[in-house]
């Protein structure tokens, strides 16, 4: 089986998630059918069957959930020494050495499901983190952009 890579903080997310849907809002939609049923007709009766939708959802996302978390691989970078090595779960300050004006940026390597580009948190399977991975500090990394290529200079590789 392969294990899929992700942060201790994507894991932590995840099980909150599910927690959610097994504690609060399985219960709800359980209490929405049963009042629905109350009403009688099930033949027409929108409210149940708008509520069984809603179970069918909530069950599906919590086996999703469960399955992502069973074949995962929760990787802690802060009990990893640091080596100046950009890996998995790694945070990495870059310079963008084709535009003079740039800022630096700063991008954590995370998995697939925690991948949000507006916190800087890009996929492992991007092709920004591809081309970063295994780089060190110092090291100038040519990614590969809809716009062509793009120098980055590795400026810092942080393990937080």
Request: charged share 30%.
């Amino acid at each position: 089986m392969n294990r899929v890579p992700m942060t201790v903080e994507g894991a932590e997310a995840l099980q909150t998630e599910l927690n959610e849907l097994k504690k609060v809002k399985r219960p709800q939609v359980v209490a929405a059918i049963a009042e629905a049923r109350e009403h009688g007709d099930l033949k027409e009766n929108a409210e149940y069957h708008a509520a069984r939708e809603q179970q069918g959802f909530i069950e599906g996302r919590i086996q999703e959930i469960e399955a992502k978390l069973s074949n995962s691989q929760i990787v802690d970078v802060t009990k990893i020494s640091n080596n100046g090595k950009v890996i998995f779960g790694s945070t990495v300050i870059l310079i963008n050495m084709d535009d003079n004006n740039a800022d630096e940026v700063q991008y954590k390597i995370v998995g697939d499901d925690e991948a949000d580009i507006k916190k800087n948190k890009l996929s492992i399977n991007s092709p920004i983190a591809r081309g970063l991975i295994g780089k060190e500090e110092g090291d100038i990394a040519n990614i590969q952009t809809p716009k062509g290529s793009v120098e980055y200079e590795i400026a810092e590789v942080l393990y937080l």
